[in-house]
């Protein structure tokens, strides 16, 4: 797609300071964007760079004086990006509507009008799937598992039995919902598997990234809250709760039983022990370890994670471990002549 920057105004509802009549045609970065590209500046720090791009038109919160490219000035410059990574996104072909002849369906399914269920599909006995989802290639919905209106399973996401999944969700493609959790008992010289009879519940607007496994409760629901955004390669282990509209980054382990209030973030790498409680609002920065109930607000760094103002000093000092131990060993040896200077003495 071609729109000129006076279109592309228009479209994004930002005020044109400057020709309109340029023609873009994509998005790009401010260092590799060409005169056919619009960029962005989404803080001042970045400001600076703006003089040395070569960006066709550029995308700001506040007119820039001086500048001789046109701006687009927004009320909010990641509003405005995310419209137009929108409009010149690549144009795919729709899935096609109803059940590819490859996929199975089985007795009792309930698939709802306008679904699209594609090649190798396979769906259980009892399941439910609402208006509009699209069910992509070699996906597995086993029995009795229940979706909403408008969600989206893309390649090879297996849903397990007894699964309820919202309206508006996103599991991106290999991510495995109501996978049986990691419960044992040591009996007579082994590890017994605890039966693990409870569900999956993924609230609307959930969206689960690519390689997921979310683990089905003993009893009960694993329950992932409403707007939460959870990225790929993420374990959230049997009966945890989710609250509403957290961030979960990449490679994150949520052991059994947690409990995490909404607008929860987890940085990459993070890892939960098991039965603590994380508060509403906390942030956890990446590779950190959470051994302990975290009251609401707190902001947590280090392994094991502690506040982080203080998990900045813990970090300071054992950079200047080193010097000091350098410090310590010039010490030692100063006593020691002294102690010999002492003994000559007597």
Do not use: W
């Not at 989802?133 to 399973?153: D, F, M, P, T």
């Not at 044992?184 to 990234?209: K, M, Q």
């Not at 890892?271 to 409680?277: C, F, K, P, T, Y």
């Not at 609401?296 to 982080?308: C, F, N, V, Y």
């Amino acid at each position: 797609m071609v729109l000129t920057v006076a279109q592309l105004a228009q479209r994004i509802g930002a005020e044109l300071v400057g020709d309109g009549a340029v023609e873009i045609n994509t998005v790009a970065p401010m260092g590799t964007a060409g005169k056919s590209e619009v960029t962005f500046v989404a803080d001042n720090k970045h400001m600076a760079a703006l003089e040395s791009s070569r960006a066709g038109a550029v995308i700001v919160a506040e007119r820039v004086e001086g500048l001789s490219r046109p701006q687009l000035i927004v009320k909010n410059v990641d509003t405005a990006l995310i419209e137009a990574l929108n409009i010149f996104a690549p144009k795919l072909k729709p899935p096609p509507e109803g059940i590819d002849p490859t996929a199975k369906v089985g007795q009792d399914a309930k698939i709802a009008r306008g679904v699209s269920v594609g090649p190798g599909a396979v769906i259980g006995d009892g399941v439910e799937i609402g208006e509009y989802c699209v069910i992509a290639s070699g996906c597995q919905i086993h029995e009795n598992s229940k979706l909403g209106k408008n969600c989206r399973l893309d390649s090879n996401v297996v849903v397990y039995h007894n699964c309820t999944i919202g309206n508006n969700v996103i599991i991106q493609a290999n991510s495995t919902i109501g996978s049986t959790g990691f419960g044992y008992s040591f009996i007579n010289g082994a590890h017994r598997l605890i039966p693990h009879n409870g569900g999956v519940v993924i609230e609307d607007f959930v969206e689960i990234g690519a390689n997921c496994c979310i683990d089905r409760a003993k009893f009960g629901n694993t329950i992932i809250g409403a707007g939460t955004k959870i990225d790929n390669l993420v374990q959230i282990a049997h009966n945890v709760v989710i609250g509403k509209c957290c961030l979960i980054v990449g490679q994150v382990g949520i052991a059994g039983s947690c409990r995490l209030g909404d607008r929860v973030v987890l940085g990459g790498q993070v890892g939960l022990a098991d039965n603590i409680e994380i508060g509403d609002g906390v942030m956890v920065g990446g590779q950190s370890g959470v051994g302990r109930d975290v009251p609401a607000g707190q902001r947590l760094l280090g392994s094991p994670a502690t506040e982080i103002t203080e998990a900045a000093k813990i970090y300071g000092l054992t950079r200047r471990l080193p010097k000091l131990a350098e410090l310590v060993r010039q010490l030692r040896k100063r006593i020691e002549k002294l102690e010999v200077a002492k003994d000559d003495k007597k």
